[in-house]
């Protein structure tokens, strides 16, 4: 019997049997149609932002680190910051066909991970609330969340149902 290959990342074979399952990671957004599944994981103060279409069932997410940039610095990554990731999102959507008109969002993430009285121990917060000032400027609706606490989250749309569930360790799965 031979021992496990260490240069193996045990992630890797765990996805590696589901070609439908699309992990995306921090700063990154991904449009994709019905068959396929979009999850991120490791959310703590990020924010996952679903936003979905179910006429077309084709959805997008992205994994917001930041409400902005500060201080002038300028990301060549929109989806690091909430205030450039949901209307590029939703310009993305909008070249694959879907009318914002029918666009439904869902968010989880912003918890408190750090302590203290810095502006660090409040971007759990503020990521929320800058994710759901964006969308209210363009009249797209929240239909479910799972934000706050003090707990990373695991998030996971099938694109066929829009069926949405967040998974953490203290609380298990979730359905939103």
Known sequence: ??????????????????PDLIEVGIGELVIAESPKRLMTPALGSCVALVLYDPFARRGGLGHIMLPGPHNGIEDDSPGRFADYAVIEL???????????????????????MFRGESSVSTIGARNVAA???????????????DTGEAHARTLEITLETGETIVRSYRFGMRKL
């Open 131 to 145: 994710v759901k000032r964006q969308l209210a400027l363009m009249s797209i609706p929240v239909m479910a969340e």
């Open 90 to 112: 939703v310009r993305m959507l909008g070249e694959r066909g879907s009318f914002r008109r029918r666009i439904q969002a869902r968010i989880a993430g912003g918890a408190a």
């Open 1 to 18: 019997m031979s021992s496990p290959d260490p240069q193996v990342d045990a992630r890797d074979l765990f996805f590696q049997d589901d």
